[in-house]
């Protein structure tokens, strides 16, 4: 995927900065007391780091709590005032960046409901141009690269230069033990589309549970990530949205003072020829399952013949299940493990019907 942004580095935004960039506070803002006595706690240990709250909060169903609305943007003023902290909230609609704007917030991001449709964003870009204001594009609700992509790009093409990502999990049929499933692959592929351009990973809307943003955040460090989105309440057990997510300040300290944060240059030489030497393995490695690969989509063509000539269905549901089943099983004995081995084979499967598809078509 081609992605040509125009990203202006986050240490000219911020120079402080130093990673990881941290942006925590309440999934929403609920009263002045809430979010001051957070914001200080927060402030007290991590002076540099930007404070989040959601002030109009899209629900799934109506009736619960929408968010609190205009009223929250003077509590983000005192907030600012009184910690020193970069405020940080959600915009969907023109009007909210108005009012953004009018009330000093510092940055503005868009979330995965708004992500997900492309008159939203271009309604939010077009509020935007003229404006020097760091934006976040969070990734849309499922797994769609292009979205997330082409909401990026509405807001660069607008002259916003301060972008980053925000990688908060995408909705799929088995999320796993996570509220969203990571699908770390999507967010690499973007980087590697443009590597320049930040990313933040928001592990509480993946894991979904305090005890597993530990695991997310580090990892999203490891995969060379430059900021957290770590929602955190000064009591999360009363939180009027997310509660069951939430972190309080203590347990964010302890989160982020268990982080290793480790670099993505090599400056050793030695470290450096011992790398090169076990991705020359890999590389060749790759080669050979490559070629597998290739040999085992030639077989699929000559069945796919032979189906056709039979008439034959290209797919057999019993054949199939017992092929995955058997690959598991032989993948588990060797140190496979078997959602790897599930999910290689349905890529595999998918092309082999694919090319059988294309046979049956040619007749
Ligand atoms: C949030 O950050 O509270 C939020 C609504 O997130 P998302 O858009 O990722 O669901
Ligand atoms: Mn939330």
């Known amino acids: 995927m081609k992605l040509d ?35 200080k706690q927060i402030a007290a240990q991590l002076p540099n780091s930007i404070f989040r709250a959601g002030i109009w909060k899209p629900r799934t169903r109506p009736n619960t709590f929408e968010g609190i609305g205009s009223i929250g943007l003077k509590w983000m003023q005192q907030v600012k005032q009184q910690t020193g902290l970069r405020t940080a909230t959600e915009v969907a609609t023109a009007s909210h960046v108005e009012e953004c704007l009018n009330h000093g917030i510092d940055i503005l991001w868009i979330g995965a409901r708004t992500t997900v449709n492309p008159f939203s964003v271009q309604e939010i870009a077009e509020v935007l141009r003229g404006v020097d204001i760091p934006v976040f594009v969070k990734n849309p609700i499922y797994p769609d690269l292009q979205l997330w992509a ?120 030695e470290i450096q020829s011992k790398l090169d030497e076990l991705r020359c393995i890999i590389n060749k490695l790759d ?53 790897f081995v599930k999910e290689l084979y349905h890529l595999i499967h998918d092309e082999s019907i694919r090319i059988q598809t294309e046979i049956m078509n040619k007749n």
């Open 150 to 269: 082409g909401a990026l790009e509405r807001i660069n093409n607008a002259g916003i230069t301060k972008l980053a990502a925000i990688h908060r999990g995408f909705h799929s049929f088995d999320n796993g033990p996570f509220r969203n499933s990571p699908n770390w692959q999507l967010a690499v592929d973007l980087k590697a589309a443009c590597p320049q351009l930040p990313f933040i990973c928001d592990p509480s809307h993946i894991a979904g549970t305090p005890e597993l943003i530990p695991f997310i955040a580090q990892k999203a460090l490891d995969m060379d990530m430059e900021g957290l989105m770590i929602e955190t309440h000064c009591n999360p057990a009363v939180a009027l949205s997310d509660a069951k997510q939430q972190v309080t300040p203590v347990q964010l300290f302890e989160i982020l003072n268990n982080l290793h944060i480790r670099s993505a240059l090599v400056n050793n030489t």
């Open 287 to 339: 080669k050979d399952l490559l070629e597998l690969l290739a040999k085992r989509m030639t077989v699929s063509e000559k069945i796919g013949e032979y189906k056709r000539d039979n008439s034959i269905t290209i797919l057999q549901v019993s054949h199939w299940k017992t092929l995955v089943e058997s690959c598991v099983a032989n993948g588990k004995q060797i140190g496979l493990s078997p959602e």
């Open 5 to 39: 942004l125009n990203i202006t580095p986050v240490l000219q935004w911020f120079p402080d900065y130093h990673k990881p960039l941290l942006i925590a506070g309440p999934c929403s803002a609920e009263s002045e007391g809430q979010m001051l006595d957070t914001a």
